[in-house]
C-alpha cells in the first residue's frame, strides 16, 4: 500500500459545553501544530468563545478553520440564543437541548460534502452519537472524544456490566465497583445523571451513545499513561477498541494570553490576578473554582466562605451563579472588605490555566470535573475535592484513592443542576477550614501528599514533550487515520467507482457487501440509479462474532489492531457459499 502524500483533514465537533469544548480547541491546534488540516464545526455563539486564541493560532501560520451552524434552539423547545449546556435555564431542558444537536445532522451532511480537501476522519464528542452514521455516509472513520478519563470510563463500563448493580437498591449503600485495581466504592446516587437516569429520552439517548461508541473507529482521551497506566490498558482490552491518550491538552497554552483567553472571557484582568498571586509566597494559595455548570445553595456558599476566611490563609475564590441572597450577604456582612488582603473574589469566569501554573498556588478546590482535575494535576498542586454531579465523584476516587494527591470535603450526595436549594449545605465552615489545615498543613501525611503532586505534575509534563507518551500517541492517531484512508481508497471506493463506469456502459451490476459497508455509499449508489443506472446491492450477513471479531465489525478500517486481521479474512471465506447461492438466483 502506497504512502498518501495528501496532507490529512481532521473534522472536529466539539459538544456545545465549556467542559467539552475547551479540550477540543487544544487539540485542534496540537493537531494543526503537527500538520494536520483542521475544521472546527460549531455555533456562531460558541465559536466567539475561542475566536481570539484561534485567530493567534492562525496567525501563526495553523491550518484551522471554523464552520457555523445555525443551532435550532426555537425548534427544539429552547429559549431563544440558548446554543451552550451553561445557557439552558435548568436541567430539565437538557433532553431538549439534546434533540436540537441532533437536528444539525443535514447541516453537517452537507458540510462534509463541500469540505476541500476531503476530509479523512471526524473527531467528534460522545455526546452526538449521529455523527457515527454520518461518518459511514462519507466512508471515513469516527473517533469519539470522551471529556472523561480511561479510570472513569472503565468504573462505568463494569457497572453497566455488572449485573449485581440493578439488584442495589439503596441509593446512598457504597458498594466497591468489580473489576478494577484499586478497591473504589460509591453508591447509585452518586452516578445516577450518567448511570440511573430516569426520563425514558434520557436512557434513549445514552443507549444510542453506547451503540455509536462500540461502532465508532476508536477514542482520544485527554489523559496520560503515566497517570493511569494500569486503566488504560484495562479500558483498551475490554473495549477491543483503539485508544490514544495524548494529555494534557492544556500543555499547549504556552503563552500567558492564551492560558489567560482559554474559554470565556476572564472576569479579572490578567496583569491584576498576577500581580496579587506575584504577592503571595510560593505554594501559599488556595485556588477555589466550582466548575461552568456547578452550583452551590446560598447557605453552602457562606459556609465555604467563611471557612476560606477562618483558615487564615490566601485564597483565590471563583464565584458563579451567585443568587441574589448570597449577593445580599456579600454586601451586608462586607466579606469582601474583610478578607482583603487574604482573598481575591473573582465574578465569574477565572483563568484557571493561568492561575494554577502560577508558583504560589499550593493547593485547588475542586468540583473534580476532569478538565479541572487534569489541570491540577498538571500543575502539581494538591487538591480538595468537592464533586458535584455526572462522573465527579469517580474522578474524586482517583485523586483521592488512586494516585493519593487530594482529600475529600465530605460531599457525600450530588447537587443536581437547578436543584441546589434543596439539598441546601452540606459541608461546614468548621469542616471547610479543617481539610484546608489538613492539605496545606505541615503535618507528614500533607508532605507526602505534596510530593506526589509535584512528582505527577512533572510526570505530565514529560508526556506532552517530544518523544513522551502523549506525543507519541498524537503522532499515531494521525498515522492511525491516515492509514484507514489509504486502506479505503486502495479497495472500496475503486470497486464503486468500476460499478458505476461498466453501468454507463449499459451493464447490469449487482454489488455484493454487507449492510454496514452498503451505508457507506448509499448516497452514491442511489444518486447514481436515479440516473438510470442498474445497479443493485445485495446485502450479505457478515459473521464477526463468529469468527472471533467484535460485534458490529464488518470493515477493516473497524479492528482494534491488526492482530485481527487473520480472523476478519476468515470471516470473508463464509462469503463463498453465499455468493454461489445469489449467483444463482
Known sequence: MGVSTVQPHFVLFPFMAQGHMIPMMDIARLLAQRGVIITIVTTHLNANRFKKVLDRAVETGLKIQVVHLYFPCLEAGLPEGC????????????????????RLQPQVEEMLQE???????????????WTTNVAHKFNIPRIVFHGMCCFSLLCLLNLRNWEEFEKIESDTEYFQVPGLFDKIELNKAQLVIILGATDENMKKILDQMKKAEDEAYGIVVNSFEDLEKEYVEGLMNAKNKKIWTIGPVSLCNKEKQDKAERGNKAA?????????????????????????????????????????????RPFIWVVRHMSDEFKKWLVEENFEERVEGQGLLIH?????????????????????????????????????????????????????????TGVKAGTESPVMFGEEEKLGKQVSKDDIKKVIEEVMGEEMEGEMRRKRAKELGEKAKRAVEEGGSSYLNLTQLIQDVTDQANLLKGHMIPMIDIARLLAQRG???????????????????????????????????????????????????????????????????????????????
Not at 446554543?83 to 441532533?102: H, I, W, Y
Request: hydrophobic share 40%; proline share 5%.
Open 83 to 102: 446554543e451552550n449546556f451553561d445557557m439552558l435555564p435548568s436541567m430539565e431542558f437538557g433532553v431538549k437541548f439534546f434533540d436540537a444537536t441532533r
Open 507 to 585: 451493464v447490469i451490476i449487482t454489488i455484493l457487501t454487507t449492510r454496514l459497508n452498503a451505508n457507506r455509499f448509499k448516497n452514491v449508489i442511489d444518486h447514481a440509479i436515479e440516473t438510470g443506472l442498474k445497479i443493485q446491492v445485495v446485502h450479505l450477513y457478515f459473521p464477526s462474532v463468529e469468527a472471533g471479531l467484535p460485534e458490529g465489525c464488518e470493515n477493516f478500517d473497524m479492528l482494534p489492531s491488526m492482530d485481527l486481521g487473520l480472523k476478519f479474512y476468515d470471516a470473508t471465506k463464509d462469503f463463498s457459499p453465499k455468493w454461489k447461492k445469489c449467483c444463482k438466483k
Open 115 to 129: 469540505l476541500k480537501p476531503s476530509p479523512s476522519c471526524v473527531i467528534s464528542d460522545m455526546c452526538f452519537p
Open 268 to 312: 479579572i484582568d490578567e496583569h491584576k490576578c498576577l500581580k496579587w498571586l506575584d504577592s503571595r509566597e510560593q505554594d501559599s494559595v488556595l485556588f477555589v473554582c466550582l466548575g461552568s455548570l456547578s452550583r452551590l445553595s446560598t447557605s453552602q456558599m457562606v459556609e465555604l466562605g467563611l471557612g476560606l476566611e477562618s483558615s487564615k
Open 348 to 404: 465569574g469566569w477565572a483563568p484557571q490555566v493561568l492561575i494554577l501554573s502560577h508558583p504560589s498556588v499550593g493547593a485547588f478546590l475542586t468540583h473534580c470535573g476532569w478538565n479541572s482535575s487534569l489541570e491540577g494535576i498538571t500543575s502539581g498542586v494538591t487538591m480538595i475535592t468537592w464533586p458535584m454531579f455526572a462522573e465527579q465523584f469517580i474522578n474524586e476516587r482517583l485523586i483521592v484513592n488512586v494516585i493519593k
